[in-house]
């Protein structure tokens, strides 16, 4: 987490496609959703804060309920669920719903667009269905880029890129691929509307893990000599 920004600065998720389930935003762990007066279809929007961190060191739902910015799973929502019962997969999916593990995405950018244009959820199914079609094993890495250069959005600092890395065995050999997906023109037009302006390039393209490496700060270690890309 970055305390600065009160946003993650990466995640990191274990993927087993051979032992995945496919459940809905609904199908959440019962502790928590089916109380007394809790409408279990309501459990698809509920989010809640990490309790292994303090509340003011997490992002909460002032931005996200005052604009068109979505709660952007880091670690995507399907990823964690898979396991050796019908519960474990369950607390997996609710897992996912914590503060700590999302971050401002405009709904363009988010959501799967009619026109096929690669963005962040479209993206992702790629990477999970390649785990689910073919029954790997991956490691997948996820953050925000944090760049002091973002622009602010009713107070708070939006990411304008995020990167993604799915790492496999192959053949005896770590695979590893890296992506990056700008949300560039959404926040303009946000900051259009909320503040004022900003000028920033726009790229969507799958891109070497050193350029990840170079714009998030991060060393990653094996995966620059695994990058399919290097």
Same mark, same amino acid.
């Given at each position: 987490?970055?305390?600065? &920004?009160?946003?993650? @600065?990466?995640?990191?998720?274990?993927?087993?496609?051979?032992?995945?389930?496919?459940?809905? =935003?609904?199908?959440?762990?019962?502790?928590?959703?089916?109380?007394?007066?809790?409408?279990?279809?309501?459990?698809?929007?509920?989010?809640?804060?990490?309790?292994? +961190?303090?509340?003011?060191?997490?992002?909460?739902?002032?931005?996200?309920?005052?604009?068109?910015?979505?709660?952007?799973?880091?670690? =995507?929502?399907?990823?964690?669920?898979?396991?050796?019962?019908?519960?474990?997969? &369950?607390?997996?999916?609710?897992?996912?719903?914590?503060?700590?593990?999302?971050?401002?995405?405009?709904?363009?950018?988010?959501?799967?667009?009619?026109?096929?244009?690669?963005?962040?959820?479209? +993206?992702?199914?790629?990477?999970?269905?390649?785990?689910?079609?073919?029954?790997?094993?991956?490691? @997948?890495?996820?953050?925000?880029?944090?760049?002091?250069?973002?622009?602010?959005?009713?107070?708070?600092?939006?990411?304008?890129?995020?990167?993604? @890395?799915?790492?496999?065995?192959?053949?005896?050999?770590?695979?590893?691929?890296?992506?990056?997906?700008?949300?560039?023109?959404?926040?303009?037009?946000?900051?259009?509307?909320?503040?004022?302006?900003?000028?920033?390039?726009?790229?969507?393209?799958?891109?070497?893990?050193?350029?990840?490496?170079?714009?998030?700060? +991060?060393?990653?270690?094996? +995966?620059?000599?695994?990058?399919?890309?290097?």
């Amino acid at each position: 987490m970055s305390a600065s &920004r009160s946003l993650a @600065i990466l995640t990191a998720c274990n993927v087993d496609g051979s032992r995945m389930y496919k459940l809905s =935003r609904k199908d959440r762990d019962p502790d928590d959703f089916l109380e007394p007066g809790v409408v279990p279809e309501a459990a698809a929007d509920v989010w809640f804060y990490d309790p292994r +961190l303090a509340e003011q060191c997490q992002l909460g739902p002032e931005l996200y309920d005052t604009t068109s910015f979505d709660y952007g799973h880091l670690v =995507r929502r399907l990823d964690p669920v898979w396991g050796p019962d019908d519960r474990t997969p &369950r607390i997996a999916n609710d897992d996912t719903f914590c503060m700590t593990n999302c971050s401002p995405q405009e709904t363009r950018f988010h959501r799967t667009r009619r026109d096929g244009d690669g963005n962040w959820s479209a +993206l992702e199914d790629v990477i999970l269905n390649e785990a689910n079609l073919k029954n790997r094993k991956f490691v @997948i890495l996820t953050g925000p880029v944090l760049d002091p250069r973002d622009t602010t959005i009713l107070g708070v600092t939006i990411p304008t890129a995020f990167w993604k @890395i799915a790492a496999y065995e192959e053949q005896g050999a770590l695979r590893a691929h890296g992506f990056m997906l700008w949300q560039t023109e959404e926040v303009r037009e946000l900051d259009e509307r909320f503040e004022g302006m900003i000028d920033l390039s726009d790229a969507k393209k799958p891109v070497k893990i050193r350029e990840i490496a170079r714009v998030s700060g +991060l060393d990653f270690g094996p +995966l620059f000599d695994a990058d399919v890309r290097r």
